[in-house]
């Protein structure tokens, strides 16, 4: 029924998404959508809180802006509504706010921690002279597998694949313990997983993994992630590159400076020489050469270094899935038993742009599902499902307050 014009802010890993979303009630879905991605300057990752939502306020208030003025249309007196999207653990007692609990990623602003996000952002809108509303704080995984089931009904969970990764799925409420209060009218509930930070002696962690978790922002946490997403699969093949070259010389008699620079090699240099389709491997040539300054390599040794990027992005995709099949298995909807369709609604740009990543997971993903289930379950692309998702939770908790 949610209709109107809503506003989505998008904030992830290192880029926000700014949108603007038209509503068209339950037959049209989304009329329109315009949206803008801005890059966060890196220092204000490790900056103050105010600083980092003073930006991301005066970039939507200049989209807002642009928009409004392009669109010719005045918010016709209502208030602006924004679904604030954010990628996070929170603490989250009610739908418009929550407290930070930690940062993850490239974040570390400490101030922020314990703060509550959407009062920050509400703040600095109003700093910025934006007329605007926070109607709901939403975690991205949620906020994917939302915007999905209003499309589709047997979505069963939202999941991310992008520089970090989390799932969201629908549980029965009467499963869930750790419940105290009124059972929602459903009999559903979402669960935000928080399945970036799952570690268990079961994973497979190498020396290059203990390294990289020791020497990053957050050590001892996020161990999954750090196993499996775009922020992190660069910089294994890194550690994995250097120790070879250390050990072997496998590039030459090279200056070692570039290759010991963490996070210089990203997941988007391994996806481009991992698909590299050229008989020579002149891709994975000139990506070796641009961002590490390692020339005159041997095809021999390309041809390695391919092998490297396909070991750990098949490792990650096949942990992927994993996760995948255990939702699937707690829901009941893995074996041979069941007639329902289930969909997992994923989105986030290592799924949507790394092609032998998502091959290699949905893959496994049949490997893992009894036969039965394997046919009735579909992996499919939210494309920005989260921030569609994000306005439509704002649309129904508006609609709420103008009732009130
Ligand atoms: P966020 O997780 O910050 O919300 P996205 O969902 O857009 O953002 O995902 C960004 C991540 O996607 C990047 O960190 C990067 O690792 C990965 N990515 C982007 N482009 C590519 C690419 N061409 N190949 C592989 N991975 C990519
Ligand atoms: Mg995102």
Redo the contacts with the bound molecule.
Sequence with gaps: REEGLFYGL?L????F?VLRVQLGGIEKHVVNRESREVSIPPQLMSGSSSELFGFIASELAKFVADEEKCANVLSNGKKRELGFTF?FPVKQRSVASGTLVKWT?AFSIDDAVGEDVVAELQTAMEKQGLDMHVAALIN?AVGTLAGARYYDRDVVAGV?????TNAAYVEKANSIPKWEGELPNSGDMVINMEWGNFCSSHLPVTEYDRELDKESLNPGEQIYEKLM???Y??EIVRRVLLKMSLQSSIFGNIDHTKLKTHFLL???H???MHHDETPDLKIVAEKLEENLEITGTSLETRKLVVEICDIVARRAARLAAAGLAGILKKLGRDGNAQEQRSVIAI????F???TK?RECLEITLGELLAEYASKSVAVKHADDG?GIGAALIAASQSQYRNVE
Aim: aromatic share 8%; glycine share 24%; hydrophobic share 25%.
């Design positions: 998008d992830g890993g290192t880029n998404r990628s990623k991205d991310i694949f992008g520089t970090g997403s775009g922020m699969l660069g990203r997941t988007p391994i996806s481009a989105d986030g740009g290592l949507e742009h790394y990543f989260s």
